[in-house]
């Protein structure tokens, strides 16, 4: 089994309904992600997924958060657009454009800041 990974990033701003203290306010963060999946094999060129392919099913993805108020994308109407969250869209998208890849999702991480992290996987 391997697993493979890749790290991207993306900026985008957002707030926290019902929450008590400054992220009730609207505010920004440079989003760090790493999204890993699994690949059983390896193809005969020795590859579980090309990263340029990762990566750009990734991107597809991380596009439609960067550079936007998170709580104005519809997935987010309901649910607050916290890390948590975050990395579930991130997940949940991934898994179903990767369904065809020969690869599974393992695992996204999304980090606000250096120190505080959230890591979603099923």
């Given amino acids: 089994m391997y697993e493979i990974s890749i790290k991207t990033n993306f900026s985008g701003a957002h707030y926290l309904k019902g929450y008590e203290g400054k992220c009730s306010d609207l505010h920004g963060h440079n989003w760090m992600v790493e999204i890993a999946v ?11 997924i090309d ?41 949940q998208n991934l898994k179903a454009n990767l369904a065809k890849k020969n690869v599974e999702i393992s695992w996204v991480k999304v980090s606000e800041t250096l120190n505080n992290s959230v890591t979603y996987w099923e």
Avoid: C, Q
Wanted: glycine residues 4%.
């Fill in 38 to 48: 699994l690949a059983e094999k390896v193809d005969k060129l020795g590859m579980g």
């Fill in 51 to 91: 990263f340029y392919i990762l990566k750009k099913e990734s991107e597809e993805i991380i596009n439609d958060l960067d550079h936007k108020n998170l709580n104005d994308i519809p997935y987010f109407k309901k649910d607050n657009p916290s890390s948590e969250n975050i990395a579930r869209f991130i997940y």
